[in-house]
């Protein structure tokens, strides 16, 4: 495929990697291919108008998409009985802080939680996490509509974008993976997530690592 090669390498090696190499470039052009198919999904239900508790007062998920006409919602796993936050739900959102700037170009990001709205913006605070935006999903039925919250009261962690045009907001597309039976269950948020790209390119590969709140 090319006739790049690296010191001290062997035939066995480089005749193993450009296997692997036409594997790769067989897995982009999947991915644009899944990208292309996502972007031409018909128009999703329009979504009830929820209220949420904010730092800026009581918003409906219209006023969340601010000057952009779409809207990326995490629901972070942090319920009104948890004592603390998930720590895969954390380490996610540390890697989208890195990005944030730049998703901001293109769309608007909205962090809901069951918690009330003080207890997510005092764990924001301590966290570093005060430049995402968050809302309380307390008293509203998003969780249970957008699949975010088992019906024992277990949360989920989805992410769900939606979409503001002609004065209506539509549902787009969730990352409900989770909920296709699987031997990589959940692996629902893969593609949002670069460290598990990152564990993938170590010959070890991802094991059973779990993140930590602290470190």
């Known amino acids: 495929m090319h006739d790049i090669r690296y010191p001290n390498e062997s035939a066995q090696y480089r005749a193993a990697r450009d296997e692997l190499l036409q594997a790769e470039a067989d897995l982009r052009r999947s991915i644009a291919s899944v990208a292309a198919h996502r972007a031409a999904l018909p128009p999703g239900g329009l979504a009830p108008e929820y209220r949420f508790q904010t730092s800026a007062g009581v918003r409906s998920l219209a006023d969340c998409f601010g000057a952009r006409d779409t809207l990326l919602v995490y629901s972070f796993m942090y319920g009104e009985d948890d004592q ?3 720590p895969m739900c954390s380490a996610f959102l540390d890697s989208l802080r890195g990005h944030l700037r730049h998703i901001e170009q293109r769309m608007s990001v909205l962090i809901v939680a069951r918690s009330p709205l003080e207890r997510l913006l005092e764990l924001a605070k301590a966290r570093g996490w005060s430049d995402l935006a968050w809302a ?3 008293g509203n039925d998003y969780p249970r509509d957008y699949h975010s919250e088992m ?3 277990a949360q989920v962690p989805m992410c769900n974008v939606f979409s503001h045009q ?3 907001v539509r549902h787009f597309w969730a990352s409900e993976l989770f909920y296709v039976p699987s031997d990589q269950h959940p692996r629902h948020m893969d593609m949002l997530w670069p460290l ?3 564990f993938d390119l170590a010959p070890a590969g991802r094991g059973e690592f779990m993140p930590s709140l602290d470190y």
């Open 84 to 86: 603390t936050p998930c």
């Open 136 to 138: 309380s999903c307390a």
């Open 151 to 153: 019906p024992n009261g």
């Open 166 to 168: 002609d004065g209506e």
């Open 196 to 198: 598990w790209h990152f």
